[in-house]
Each structure stands twice: as C-alpha cells, then as structure tokens.
C-alpha cells in the first residue's frame, strides 16, 4: 500500500499548502469564499483569467483545492508518484488558474472511470488521460451557465457533456499519439482540441456560437514574483537535500534523448527530478520577466506546466531553443513578444521540446517559430473549449516538421556514407 508519507506525496502536498497559503497572503477569507463562487459558476473558456473575474487567493484555493483531488485519486489508487504524475498534478494546478474547477473537471475524470468500467481494465491505466483531459473543462461550464437554460437543464447538459468528454478521450489520445510521433508533449491536449472542435462545430450547427474572451488581469508582478521565486527555491533546496546535497545525475538528464520512457523519476530519482522541476519552473519565469510580460492567471499556468513537465520531458536543454524561436518569432513578425499570447507561447510551446532533443537546437527554434503562427490561429476552431491550446498546435507542428526532419537526416546520412560530409565523432 503506497504511504501518503512517501516523497512524491510530500512534494504534492507541499504545493497544496502552498496555493492555500499564498491565497491568503494576497486576499481575507471573506473575499476567498465570494471569488470561489464566482470561479464555479462562470464560463471557463481561454481566456478566463481567475485572477481577473474573482480574485488571486480565490484562484489560488481553487489550485489547492484541485491539486487535493487529485492527491485523493491517486492515493486511493494507492500508486506511488511518477513523473506522469507530476506533470498532470501541476498541470492541473497551473490551469485551475484559469479555466479548471471542481464543478467542470470531475465529470470527465468520472467519464474516463466509466470508460474503464466498460472495458474491463483498471483506472490506473488511464488516470493520466482523466487528469490532463480536464482541459475541456470549459465545455462543462459553458454548457451548464452560459447558453441561457434553465438552471436544471444547464448543469444536468454540461455535466453529462463532461461524462461523454472522459468517455471517447482515452482511445482518441491512444490513437493520435501517431499522429505526431510522441514529438509534442501534450497528446492529450491535441485530443482535447480535436474533441473541442467538433463540438463547437456541432453547437454553431444549432446556431450556438461561442464569443471568444480575453480576461487577464495585469499589475502584479513583484507579488507574485515573490511567492513563485520562494516555491522554486525552496523545492530545489528539498530535491538537493534529497539527493545528498550532491548535483550526481544532473548531466545525465540534459544528455537524455529517451523518448520511450520520459519519467524522470523513474530514471533519474524524485530528487534530481524535483531540482529539475525547479529549474524549469525559475527558466519559465525569468523568461516572462525578461519580455517584460504580465504574470496573471494563464501565465501562471504556463509556467506550473513547465514545472510539472520538468518530471517528465523537459531540460533546459530542449526548452529554450523552442522558446527561442517563439521570441524571435515574437521579434520579426506583427505579435509582440509582451503580450499574453506570445507569453504563452514561448511557456506551452515547450510541449515541443523533444524536438529540440532528438533534432537539436536549430529544429527547436524552427518549431518555435512556426508554432507561434500556428498557436495564435487555432483557437477559432475550439472556441477555447480546449483549455490546451498550445498542445493542439503542437501537434500539428511536430506532425508537419518530424517527416521533413527525417528526411533531412536521411539525407545527411547519405552524404556521409558518400564521403561528402565527416561523420561527427561521439
């Protein structure tokens, strides 16, 4: 039986206090309890900034709260904490910043536990996709308060909206996975995206549009600045102290190009994991400041994401020539590398990292770059029903870049065999 006195459950449990704790470093009980109303019973589509409609310590008790149910599930599955694991977690927690609840969430994950029922085979299987698909939440929510039903009708329709979500998505983000070749990170967001899609295609066949929003919050920099600089640090000083106050296994980790099994923690520890998580977490936020950029609720997201995503997939190594390119993308062309979009980008888009890995650096800028115009267009087609917006253009990009890439090196290969080109030494 898994302990909840087991490191990876500490590690959770940490960032649960945490978000509870710093909600009320930002906002009283009071105004905690009224914000959290608000988040539960508003629509929840991109982008919804829970900072912006409520305020930071609601959203932030949301998070912990959020990040509690997860802990529950995963402890009465009485599985010990991989690196999957992680990554769903703070993905989930960055996200409940600004479009995940309790409300919208738990009917997928629910839908995705009637799917196993069905099929005979244990929810352990199929937990990572019930997390990480609560990232069509916003569908639940949009159905259930803003189509102008009646109370009853509303939530009894989003919520068995939320239930059919879990049940198609495991064999639709099985199936996809070869679609883009395990190059994009966030399977489960190009799944959502294609399911978000054709839902909205069938609500605008109804005559249901849905009106894109743009609510983020600004003016809060240093706070939160603060708050987040103290997590990182004091989740790399707990991963060090693990690890013997030794960084052994760190160069490994750059040097890695596994994509079979990502899980760091399996491979390399939970301690080495967590000090990496936290870089990951200090790269993405150094970068929003250097831009000059705002941190509110979606950025927040982006960089919880790079954070969970550091347990599994993502190094510096991979990351920055994939935001690299966002920025120069940001720099050459119309967008502003400041804004909230371009921000996002440069933060989610890391779900293109592995191919910076298995490519290198100049693949991982080429990404980058064409994610930025791809990511800032597609969202048309989910209306922001698919919280992972990013993940569904991702897919797209490593699907149109991994053939040309193979190609590419195919063709070097050749030109080595010839004597044209000197095989590099290794």
Do not use: C
């Not at 930002?26 to 109303?37: A, D, L, R, Y």
């Not at 995940?100 to 009637?114: F, H, R």
């Not at 966030?186 to 295609?201: D, T």
């Not at 298995?358 to 989910?382: K, Q």
Request: charged share 10%; no cysteine.
């Amino acid at each position: 039986m898994v302990r909840i006195r087991s490191k990876g459950y500490v590690v959770l449990l940490l960032l649960a206090v945490f978000f509870f704790l710093s909600g009320l470093f930002f906002n009283p009980i009071s105004e905690i309890v009224q914000g959290s109303t608000i988040i539960l019973t508003s629509p929840a589509n991109l982008l919804t900034d829970y900072f912006y409609i409520a305020n930071i310590g609601a959203a932030f008790w949301n998070a912990g709260f959020m990040v509690l149910k997860s802990i529950v599930i995963l402890w009465l599955l009485k599985v010990p904490v991989n690196g999957g694991h992680l990554a769903a977690v703070f993905t989930i927690a960055g996200f409940s910043l600004f479009g995940k609840n309790l409300y919208n969430s738990v009917p997928i994950i629910l839908g995705v536990y009637l799917f196993t029922l069905l099929m005979k085979v244990e929810f352990t299987k199929y937990v990572l996709p019930a997390m990480f698909g609560t990232a069509l939440g916003p569908v639940v929510s949009e159905i259930s308060f803003n189509l102008g039903l009646v109370p009853w009708l509303g939530h009894s329709l989003g919520l068995l909206a939320g239930v059919f979500i879990g049940l198609i998505l495991p064999p639709l983000a099985e199936h996809v996975k070869s679609f883009h070749k395990g190059l994009s990170l966030y399977n489960i967001g190009f799944a959502a995206g294609l399911i978000g899609m054709f839902m909205i295609a069938i609500l605008r066949g109804f005559g249901i549009y849905i009106a894109p929003v743009s609510l983020v919050s600004s003016g809060n920099n240093a706070p939160l600045t603060f708050v987040l600089a103290l997590l990182f640090v004091a989740f790399f000083l707990l991963g060090w102290g693990w690890n013997g106050f030794r960084f052994s296994g760190f160069l490994e980790l750059l040097r890695d190009r596994n994509l079979e099994n990502r899980d760091y923690v399996f491979s390399y520890g939970l301690p080495m994991t967590l000090m990496n998580m936290a870089i990951m977490g200090v790269t993405g936020l150094a970068y929003v400041r250097l831009v000059q950029g705002e941190l509110n609720g979606p950025v927040l997201g982006g960089i919880f994401t790079m954070t969970g995503f550091g347990a599994y997939g993502k190094h510096v190594r991979n990351v920055l020539p994939v935001m690299l390119g966002v920025f120069l993308a940001g720099m050459f062309s119309l967008h502003e590398v400041s804004s909230v979009g371009i921000v996002l980008a440069a933060l989610f888009g890391t779900t293109l990292a592995p191919i910076a890995q298995v490519y290198g650096p100049i693949a991982g800028v080429v990404a980058g770059m064409i994610h930025v115009f791809l990511v800032v267009n597609i969202g048309v087609l989910h209306a922001g029903m698919n919280l992972y917006n990013n993940g569904f253009s991702g897919g797209f990009v490593a699907a149109l870049l991994v053939p040309l890439l193979d190609t590419l090196l195919q063709y070097k290969k050749g030109l080595e065999a010839k004597g044209y080109l000197y095989r590099r030494i290794r």
